[in-house]
């Protein structure tokens, strides 16, 4: 199978990492593959805030936790094996990943909702490279409700997070794939 097309259909969202760190210019080389990403007008309008701080990540926590559990609260019934599971974690927002990527672009005219998402792709299939495992948390954000959390991650005035992408060597081996539906596809020849 062609190389690029086997990683992107082995790529997983892993939620339990070793503690083990990430060398440094392997994260590099991972952040710079997100760089590559397409961008409209060349505008590369983002940026990159890489967090390892054991304590910062745990301050994040503490400070998403509020907006997590509301957020968690109104889930449907059918999420409710998940919410057990995820209320009994010290950690259900980061799940202990030993590094979080906030990729950041602008929130409001060209660039940020169209190319931001595909610089968490290209960050995630690079990762997936390396054997590394990632997950894009959407809930990762509710720590931005915190001044202070904000503050260190130097968000600016109409800036928005568009990861933050967890990163870490899995515990075991890389979750298995779901069956995916075939594809819909209408071909106009």
Known sequence: MNPIIDN????????????????????EEIIDAGNYAPTG???QGWRFVVVESES???KMVEAGLPA????????????????AQRDMSPDPIYYFAPAIVFVIGPGEGVGGDYDCPMVCENIMLAARSFGIGSCWVFIGQFALKDEEVKKALEIKHG??????????????????ANPKKPPVIKWIE
Do not use: H, T
């Open 8 to 27: 992107i259909k082995r790529r997983r969202s892993v939620r339990e990492y070793e503690s083990k760190p990430i060398p440094k210019d392997i994260l």
């Open 41 to 43: 007008a060349g505008a």
């Open 56 to 58: 910062f990540r745990k």
């Open 68 to 83: 997590y559990k509301q957020w968690l609260s109104k889930m449907p019934e059918a999420f409710q094996q998940i919410r």
């Open 159 to 176: 800036e928005k997070v568009y990861g933050p992408i967890l990163l870490g060597y899995p515990k075991g081996d890389f979750p298995q």
